[in-house]
């Protein structure tokens, strides 16, 4: 098919991304984002120049809102030019209930305020292909904030002292295996990863209709973290675990709350506390939170002299 004809072909999809973006008052890039796409792919889909793949129309329609319209564009899109991005029915990959493309069966992530100066993190996720292509990599977001109420302040201090990639000492596992990942972007306070799906060196896709289990640790220093700990649904996701834990002699005082388009709100689930051998434990999980919905947990260190008041106090969200 001639690059005119394919112009021709993908101009109603063009048309209705473009129209639903704007509906929901977001401009190009901010739904690149939101999407984890380049800026510039989002342009070139909606002025034609690119054809639509599946996995972008999956995205887009979830966080548009469009209840399927975008992906029946799509659809319609395949029908006329015959060429069909699934290669087998999408529904042969997912579950009752679960989108296609690619998923979050579930996520567990788990910070622990360690007595060596750092915190350490752990990110465990089971993916489920259900896209028609193979899946190599997996992206990782790393972002720090010490000051995140003066983000002037925050540039600075991260200038003088950025995150290293030998200080944090990240890793990952593919199956359980020690597996290679590339640095995307690597700045003073966030970094871009990308988990290869190669333990050992040799590269194992995770075909349509499989999963597979990522995981990556990393640490950050005490000093450059900040007091929170945030989780963004950038993928649909079934299940999202998090657990924090701390020294009990700290009395830490934890807060947390829903972000969401609507504005802040209380989780969804209450949050589990308790004590074991001085260390105070947090846990709190959600099913199918929403795409795109964040979930921040914000804590204060209180002083030693109300550690006793502290192990009495439930858990609260705010708004």
């Known amino acids: 098919m001639n690059d005119d004809r394919a112009e021709e072909i993908a101009t109603p999809f063009a048309t209705t991304l473009a129209r639903l973006r704007e509906a929901q008052h977001l401009n190009k890039k901010e ?28 995205r887009a329609d979830a966080v548009l809102r469009a209840d399927g319209e975008l992906i029946a564009a799509f659809d319609e899109f395949c029908a006329s030019s015959n060429r069909h991005s699934r290669a087998v029915p999408a529904d042969r990959y997912f579950s009752a209930g679960m989108s296609p493309g690619l998923v979050v069966r579930s996520e567990q992530a788990h910070l622990t305020r360690s007595d060596d100066g750092f915190y350490q993190i752990t990110i465990q996720r089971e993916l489920h292909n259900g896209t028609g292509q193979p899946v190599t990599r997996f992206p990782v977001r790393i972002e720090v904030d010490a000051h995140p109420t003066d983000s002037s302040q925050s540039r600075l201090f991260y200038r003088n002292n950025p995150v290293t990639l030998d200080e944090i000492d990240f890793q990952a596992t593919f199956n359980g295996e020690p597996t290679t990942w590339d640095v995307l972007h690597d700045r003073d306070a966030y970094k871009k990863i990308y988990i290869r799906f190669e333990p050992h060196g040799l590269l194992k896709p995770v075909y349509p209709g499989e999963s597979a289990i990522v995981n990556c640790e990393y640490r950050v220093p005490l000093t450059k973290w900040g007091d929170w700990f945030e989780r963004e649904v950038r993928w649909p996701t079934e299940r ?32 589990k506390s308790w004590i074991l051998d001085g260390v105070r434990y947090y846990s709190w999980s959600t099913a199918r939170p929403a795409l795109t919905n964040q979930y921040r947990f914000d804590w204060k260190i209180i002083s030693p002299l109300f550690e006793h008041a502290s192990s009495r106090e439930p858990v609260a969200g705010r708004r």
């Open 240 to 271: 999202l675990s998090v657990s924090l834990n701390f020294p009990e002699r700290l009395g830490v005082r934890l807060t947390a709350r829903e972000v969401t388009w609507s504005g802040d709100r209380v989780l969804p689930t209450e949050i």
């Open 31 to 58: 739904l690149a984002r939101l999407i984890d796409f380049d800026p510039s792919y989002v342009s070139h889909m909606e002025n034609g120049r690119h054809r639509p793949t599946y996995e972008f129309a999956a």
